[in-house]
C-alpha cells in the first residue's frame, strides 16, 4: 500500500472512531459478528496495514462477541451467552466493557496528547492492542509498529545505546528520531524491510547451525515456513535450493 493510501486510512479510522465519541461507544459498536464495522475489526482487520495485530487470542480486546461458545474453561476468563472476557475486568460483560472503554479513552486522550509514560501504566488489554490504539489516535507520532520484539529489532538495527530498562514508549520515540524529514509512512516501509532482512539473517543463522547439529537444513526451513508464512510479509522465507 502507497503511503498517501495509508494516510487516507488513518484519517477514515479517525472519521469512523473519533476520539470524542469514544465514551459514548456501545458494547455493539465495539464487538459484533459483522465482521465490517466494529471498533474491534477496525483495529484488527481494516486497518491492517497501518501495523498488524493478526494473531494471538482475541482476549487481546479484553471483551469480544462469539458466534461459538469459547472452549476456554479457567478462572482467568468468563463468559455470558453472547460474549468472553478477561475475568480480571469484571464479573458481567458490562463492567468489562466499561473497564475496557475507559482504557481506550485514556489511551486515546493520551496518545493525542504525547503523554507516552501514561500509557505505559494501562494493562487492560494486551500491549500490541494498547500501542496500535495509542498510534490511531497519535497524529502519526509513534511507528505503526507494536510487537516489541519487532521494535527491539529495529533499536538494535539502528545502534541504540542500550535496550536494558527501555520501556515500550522509549522505543518509540528513539525510532521516530530515525525518521528525520521522512513521511512516516514511507519510513514504516523501510522499516518492514529491515525487520525482513533481519528476519531471514536469523533464520539462515538458525538453518546454518542445524545443518551441523541436526542434520537437515531443509527440514528446518521447511519447519520455518509452514509457521511463518501464515502470518505477515516479514517473515517469508527465500525460496531455498
Known amino acids: 500500500m502507497e503511503a498517501k493510501d495509508r494516510e487516507q486510512l488513518y484519517n477514515d479510522f479517525q472519521k469512523a472512531f473519533p476520539l470524542e465519541k469514544l465514551k459514548d461507544m456501545t458494547l455493539e459498536q465495539y464487538t459484533n459478528l459483522n465482521r465490517e464495522d466494529s471498533f474491534c475489526y477496525w483495529l484488527e482487520s481494516k486497518t491492517s496495514e497501518l ?3 493478526w494473531g494471538g487470542a482475541a482476549y487481546k480486546f479484553g471483551i469480544f462477541k462469539f458466534d461459538k461458545f469459547p472452549k476456554q474453561d479457567n478462572g482467568k476468563y468468563t463468559h455470558d451467552d453472547n460474549y468472553s472476557w478477561s475475568s480480571r475486568l469484571g464479573s458481567t460483560s458490562e463492567e468489562a466493557f466499561n473497564n475496557v472503554k ?10 493525542s496528547n504525547a503523554q507516552w509514560n501514561e500509557i505505559e501504566k494501562i494493562n487492560e488489554l494486551w500491549p500490541v492492542t494498547t500501542w496500535k490504539i495509542a498510534f490511531l489516535y497519535s497524529n502519526m507520532s509513534l511507528v505503526p509498529i507494536y510487537k516489541r520484539d519487532m521494535l527491539d529489532t529495529l533499536a538494535r538495527y539502528f545502534k541504540i545505546n542500550t535496550l536494558k530498562g527501555k520501556k515500550t514508549s522509549d522505543i518509540q ?16 516501509g523501510e522499516l518492514l524491510s529491515i525487520l525482513e532482512a533481519e528476519n531471514k539473517k536469523k533464520i539462515w543463522h538458525y538453518a546454518d547451525y542445524c545443518s551441523g547439529n541436526c ?8 519447519a520455518l515456513h509452514s509457521v511463518c508464512s501464515r502470518n505477515t510479509r516479514i517473515f517469508r522465507l527465500p525460496a531455498y535450493n
Not at 520515540?173 to 514504516?188: A, H, I, R, T
Not at 542434520?215 to 521447511?222: D, E, F, N
Open 102 to 111: 475507559n482504557a481506550i479513552v485514556k489511551i486515546a486522550e493520551h496518545a
Open 173 to 188: 520515540q528513539f525510532l521516530m528520531k530515525q525518521k528525520g524529514d521522512k513521511n512516516l509512512f514511507v519510513f514504516y
Open 215 to 222: 542434520g537437515s537444513r531443509y527440514a528446518l526451513l521447511w
Open 51 to 53: 501495523g498488524s495485530i
